[in-house]
Nanobody, 115 residues
Framework: QVHLVESGGGLVQAGGSLRLSCAAS????????MGWYRQAPGKQRELVAS???????NYADFVKGRFTVSRDNAKNTVYLQMNSLKPEDTGAYYC?????????WGQGTQVTVSS
């Protein structure tokens, strides 16, 4: 069993920044393909960024150059630094990963970007 807890969401003006955190209840070395997803109202959940155990990262085209995913292995935490936020970045952001071949999701944190 793995618990993923997101934090750091909030309300920010367009052009602003937020940093999301995802704290895991186990060593993140044991969690594969940790990633951040988001879901806007009325839309499907989509991948924002992911980071592998070795540090390799992957980004959706719509966040490249604005968002950065990173990990702190000592704190068992994955971060998503979001800069130059746009109103279309509004949504619930979820952390997820694969542990012992099962997918685990956090409860999500809301990000609202005002224009």
């Amino acid at each position: 069993q793995v618990h993923l807890v997101e934090s750091g969401g909030g309300l920010v003006q367009a052009g602003g920044s937020l940093r999301l955190s995802c704290a895991a209840s186990v060593s993140i070395f044991s969690i594969d393909n940790m990633g951040w997803y988001r879901q806007a109202p009325g839309k499907q959940r989509e991948l924002v960024a992911s980071i592998l155990t070795g540090g390799r990262t992957n980004y959706a085209d719509f966040v490249k150059g604005r968002f950065t995913v990173s990990r702190d292995n000592a704190k068992n935490t994955v971060y998503l630094q979001m800069n130059s936020l746009k109103p279309e970045d509004t949504g619930a952001y979820y952390c997820a990963g694969v542990y012992s071949r099962f997918n685990y999701w956090g409860q999500g944190t809301q990000v609202t970007v005002s224009s």
